[in-house]
């Protein structure tokens, strides 16, 4: 067949000498590198049932968040609303009536509070902007679903636990809370 162009290299093949035609020495240096590999600590992971540790800064799934009577901190100021690049929280604002002050801290409180997590990019913005400390960015992954309108996380999705029924919960949602100031 006619070359296409005069810049054509013409390979010479050589015959194969006994040990490469047994592949003996190939299998011998593959081998090695598998055995070189075997002693490496392991890049991958067993997850789900080994995790790797978060960074301090992560910046995870969002947390409304109780004070330490278990009432909620949110006073719908709608700070985090307006601070949000992506429009992703809607609020709806109620007075708090008369014997409800072990529910709600402030005298107004998040009736109605939606994050759009298919909107949301995990910036931090809503938890730089809260004035009362009632939102802040976790440690959890927004888990994976099937429709849009499960990715609408509403108040009792992002409350975190009650401390006077949950009070392990409540450490634990606190304690990452905690590790994140110390940065
Ligand atoms: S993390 Fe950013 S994008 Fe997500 S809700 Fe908060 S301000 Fe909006
Ligand atoms: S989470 Fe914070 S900033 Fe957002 S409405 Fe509640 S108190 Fe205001």
Redesign the pocket.
């Known amino acids: 067949m006619e070359a296409l162009t005069n810049r054509v290299k013409v390979m010479e093949r050589k015959p194969m000498t006994f040990v490469e035609k047994i592949y003996l020495w190939n299998i011998m240096k593959g081998m090695m590198i598998t055995l070189k590999h075997f002693f490496k600590k392991k890049a991958t992971i067993k997850y789900p049932e080994q995790k790797r540790p978060f960074s301090p800064v992560w910046?995870g799934l969002?947390i409304l968040n109780r004070d330490e009577e278990g009432r909620e901190r949110c006073t719908a100021c709608g700070l985090?609303a307006v601070?949000?690049?992506?429009e992703?929280?809607t609020m709806e604002a109620a007075e708090r009536e008369p014997g409800e002050e072990n529910l709600y801290r402030e005298e107004k409180y998040a009736a109605k509070y939606e994050?759009n997590m298919l909107?949301?990019?995990?910036?931090?913005?809503?938890?730089e902007a809260c004035p009362k400390d009632a939102i802040y960015?976790s440690e959890t992954f927004t888990p994976s679903n099937y429709t849009r309108e499960s990715f609408i996380y509403n108040k009792s999705d992002l409350l975190i636990p009650d401390p006077k029924t949950d009070p392990q919960g409540f450490a634990k949602a606190r304690g990452n809370r905690a590790k994140k100031e110390e940065v």
Do not use: D, M, S, V
Not at 119 to 127: K, V, W
């Open positions: 910046r969002q985090c601070a949000c690049p992506a992703a929280i994050i909107r949301c990019i995990f910036c931090g913005l809503c938890e960015l």
